[in-house]
């Protein structure tokens, strides 16, 4: 069982920046790969930036070159730096980790960009 924390998120005017972080615990070390994925009111939830291995890593078109996925060493914390924000943005944040063959989501931080 793996439980995940996130936090971070608020309110910011646009231009601003944030980090948001995800404290992984319980049987961190089944961990694969761990991620961050987003969603807006009334939109599906959708990949922001993910590990796809250890160290390679891919992000939505939307936020390449504004936002940053990264992690020290191990599954214990992911962050995502995100820089430039807009009002698109806004949305409820959510961790995911993969872990043999299950999947885990954390209950999500909230991010409000106003223009």
């Known amino acids: 069982q793996v439980r995940l924390v996130e936090s971070g998120g608020g309110v910011v005017q646009a231009g601003g920046s944030l980090r948001l972080s995800c404290a992984a615990s319980?049987?961190?070390?089944?961990?694969?790969?761990m991620g961050w994925y987003r969603q807006a009111p009334g939109k599906q939830r959708e990949l922001v930036a993910v590990?796809?291995?250890?160290?390679?890593?891919n992000y939505a078109d939307s936020v390449k070159g504004r936002f940053t996925i990264s992690r020290l060493s191990g599954w214990n914390t992911v962050y995502l730096q995100m820089n430039s924000l807009q009002p698109e943005d806004t949305g409820v944040y959510y961790c995911?980790?993969?872990?043999?063959?299950?999947?885990?989501w954390g209950q999500g931080t909230e991010v409000t960009v106003s223009s």
């Open positions: 590990y796809t291995t250890g160290v390679s890593t």
């Open positions: 995911r980790a993969v872990a043999g063959a299950r999947q885990y």
């Open positions: 319980g049987n961190i070390f089944s961990i694969v790969t």
